[in-house]
T-cell receptor
């Protein structure tokens, strides 16, 4: 077990809605990254937060946004959901040794 | 454009034999590499890592080899066990962002 938790585990939304996914990082890790994993693909980097500031972003539109809180928990927000947003969303916290530890993921289905 | 590639979508190996999973990358700036194992309905589990200053790292039955000139890394599992059956992802990064391959599904046959 990595110590990284995510909620909810599953979520069903309809197109156009907004969603918030939550992640609690492993203790002592101040960097968190979010990934989207579509079926049959590897995780794709969405963005990374370090000490509450976004410090890296992948090729995702602005309707994907995030927050990191002082206790290093974080949120991923997606606005104006599209069918292609259906995926497994993973958060990962990073140790001092630069290793990422993943949570179990949130499975989002957009209908 | 895929910066990290795992060209074998699947691999089957007899229990007790060696499993070799391969990964290629395109960006010479990548300096940190990881392997993850993933079971269905779970997040990826970290297995082993290697930094670009090394060419080999070993942890129990798992060894990762890095060939920087060829931009290639491989994961060796010896001896393979049925519990190793899972999807394996390699990831490469430059310290900020990690790029993942599409995974290799390993089946270890008892």
């Amino acid at each position: 077990e990595t110590g990284v938790t995510q909620s909810p585990t599953h979520l069903i939304k309809t197109r156009g809605q907004q969603v918030t996914l939550r992640c609690s990082s492993q203790s002592g890790h101040n960097t968190v990254s979010w990934y989207q994993q579509a079926l049959g693909q590897g995780p794709q980097f969405i963005f990374q937060y370090y000490r509450e500031e976004e410090n890296g972003r992948g090729n995702f539109p602005p309707r994907f946004s995030g927050l990191q809180f002082p206790n290093y928990s974080s949120e991923l927000n997606v606005n104006a959901l599209e069918l292609d947003d259906s995926a497994l969303y993973l958060c990962a916290s990073r140790s001092q040794a630069n290793t990422q530890y993943f949570g179990p993921g949130t499975r989002l289905t957009v209908l | 454009d895929q910066q990290v590639k795992q060209n074998s979508p699947s691999l089957s190996v007899q229990e007790g034999r060696i499993s070799i999973l391969n990964c290629d990358y395109t960006n010479s700036m990548f300096d940190y590499f990881l392997w993850y194992k993933k079971y269905p309905a779970e997040g990826p589990t970290f297995l082993i890592s290697i930094s670009s200053i090394k060419d080999k790292n070993e942890d129990g039955r798992f060894t990762v080899f890095l060939n920087k000139s060829a931009k290639h890394l491989s994961l060796h599992i010896v001896p393979s066990q049925p519990g190793d059956s899972a999807v394996y992802f390699c990831a490469a990064g430059d310290g900020n962002q990690f790029y993942f391959g599409t995974g290799t599904s390993l089946t270890v046959i008892p």
